[in-house]
Structures are given as C-alpha cells and as structure tokens.
C-alpha cells in the first residue's frame, strides 16, 4: 500500500471545523464515514480497511481534550505520549494545555499528515523532529511495547460495529423513530422479558446526571411489571444485551414476533409499551434527583440545580427492542430461525 499525496487527499476530501466540545480546536474532519472511507481504500489499493479513524473527532477524544483544556495540570511541564492519535485532537489540547512535548502515535498510514495539517491549523508548536517523522512515516504502536490495546477500551467495540453497519448499508439518518424488533429471552445471556428503550434527549444542554456516554441518546431496560432492569447509566452492558439479542440476524424471528403480535393486535394496541416508556423516561429522572442529591454532600462540581428534565416532552423515541417471554421450545427456534432477527 503506497499514500501518493496524503495531505493533497486529506485537504480535498476534509474541511476544517471546530470540535462541537472543544471549540477552540479546529480540525480538517469529514462530514461523513462512508465516502471517505471507501476513498481512502480506494487510495491504497486494497479492501477491508479499518475506518479513517483521523478524519473524525470521535466521543472519546473529545471528552479527554475537554477535561485536558479544563485541567491542565494534568499535563502541564509533562512529556505526552498521545497513543491511537487519530486526528491528534487530544494532542493538541495536551500542548495547548501546556505540554512540554507530545508523541503522536497511531498505525494509519493517513493520520501524520493528518496531525500535522491539525496541528498548523491550531498553532501548535511541536518539535520539528516529530513534525518530520509525522510527514514522512507512521509511529507502529507495536513499536511502543505498552502491552495496551486500544480496542478494548470505552466503546470502541460498538463503535467498529456502526461503522462497518454504515459501511455496507449507508448512513441510518432516513431510518424512521419508533422502529422496534422482537427476539425471544434468554436468561443465560441476561435476556429478561421485557423492553429495552433508545430514547434521544432533546435538550442538548441537559446530560442526565452526566454519566451517560452516549448523551444525548440514553438506553433503559425495563421488565413488564414497570421495574428497570438497567437504567441509563448502564451503558456497555446495555449495548452488549442489544447486540447479543441482535447482531448478525437480519429477518424477524416468527415464533417471537407472532407472540408479540397477538399480544397488541398486531401492533394496534401498544398501550403497554407506551406506559412502559412513560415509566422508563420516569425512571431516569428519578435516578438523576438522586445523583444531584448525592452530589451536594460529595466534593468537586454538584450537578444539582444545573439543568432539569421535565419528562416524556424532553425525549423522543428512537427504537425499542422487545424481548418477549420465551413461552415456545428451542424445537421452535429450528434452523430456519436461527439466523433471524431485524433491529
């Protein structure tokens, strides 16, 4: 795989921008992942890439600048080693939070252009010698003999799933609100009956008790008797239960979905549901008045009194994933239905 110009196609296919979280970093960033990432496999002659990891400001990075600009003691008079730098956002914050040095490290053969571009954008004074080694070859994280992967931290998981989704199937952004899928329980994978709600907070300044991390979207696992199984702050495991029920499975599961049918008319009677929901978006609200409580006897920033929710107005339904009571035999998952289910 050979680059013949990386700054030329990352100046051709980006556009700089500043980071939603840290406003006073500027980025070159794509506006969105299929195309650029079908360019840059495109640019290196081979298929199955990870995705362009440098053209994107991703959640993570963004908190970790964040808290950098805001505690920059943190960094302050130290040598930073900046591992799977991507864009090299945190980077920069770390020197403009007064970073003595800062290595970029990452495996992409795009991102020390990337950086560097980044960099010059933001008026970062790096050492000449990295901004060398930068523009002219890729750090091997390998090489760094840390023993850490990168992957298996946060969400990085989730996020390679959404990525390789929108890969093959383009961006979800005309996907109707409300879509739901039905999937048999199973207790052994932590599949209670019940439902399993993707709410989106309409208030952008509101982060219910500023534990979620996927804000401003909140998951809540809920049984039929109204108690929550894991609420919004569960987040991994929350992710990790959809994708067990889900992931890999592309048709309905009949024996699941007829039960669910018969139950609300085929989907005319949905008052269950919708009480279900009303009792989720209460569970949270409930579990956020506890933390800001909780705050005002605990040291550092209270979150009590700094923004409030209301309910069922300040969310809107994404998609719920039902899993209905297993009331059938594994005879009746045959093969046929193995590989069945749509989210």
């Known amino acids: 795989m050979s680059i013949t110009d990386p700054t030329t196609f990352i100046l051709a296919n980006t556009r700089l921008q500043a980071v939603p979280h840290t406003p006073s970093i500027a980025l070159w960033l794509a506006d969105e992942v299929a195309p650029i990432w079908k360019l840059t496999e495109e640019e290196l002659g081979a298929m199955g890439l990870p995705p362009p990891f440098w053209a994107f400001a991703w959640s993570g990075g963004q ?52 950086v560097a571009l980044n960099a010059q954008a933001n008026d970062v004074s790096y050492r000449k010698e990295q901004l060398r080694r930068l523009q002219e070859e890729v750090i091997e994280l390998e090489d760094l003999k840390t ?19 929108v890969k093959a199937q383009g961006e979800p952004d005309r996907v109707p609100n409300g879509m739901h899928a039905v999937v048999p ?60 029920g889900c992931k890999g499975r592309s048709d309905p599961i009949p024996i699941a979905c007829q039960a669910f049918n018969q139950e609300t008319a085929d989907g005319r009677n949905m008052q269950v549901y919708s009480e279900l929901l009303s009792q989720s978006i209460r569970s949270m609200i409930e579990v956020k008045e506890e933390k800001d409580l909780d705050s005002l006897f605990t040291g550092g920033e209270t979150t009590a009194l700094t923004h409030t929710i209301t309910g069922l107005d300040d969310f809107e339904l994404v998609a719920f994933l039902v899993i209905q009571s297993a009331d059938f035999t594994d005879e009746d998952l045959s093969a046929d239905y193995a590989d069945d289910c749509r989210f």
């Open 63 to 114: 908190g970790l600048a964040r808290h950098l600009l805001d505690h920059p003691e943190v960094v302050s008079g130290r040598r930073v080693v900046d591992f799977a730098t991507g864009s090299g956002l945190v980077g920069i914050a770390a020197m403009k939070a007064g970073a003595t040095s800062v290595l970029c490290a990452d495996i992409d053969p795009f991102c020390g252009a990337a």
């Open 147 to 165: 023993g850490v992967s990168i992957t298996d931290l946060g969400l990085n998981d989730f996020r390679m799933d959404l990525l390789n989704y």
């Open 185 to 244: 329980a199973n207790p052994e994978l932590g599949l209670e009956p019940g439902v399993i709600f993707t709410l989106r907070n309409l208030n952008p300044e509101v982060n219910v008790n500023q534990h979620n991390r996927l804000h401003p979207y909140y998951l809540v696992y809920i049984r039929r008797n109204g108690k929550v199984i894991h609420d919004h702050t569960e987040v991994k495991h929350l992710l990790d239960l959809v994708r067990s």
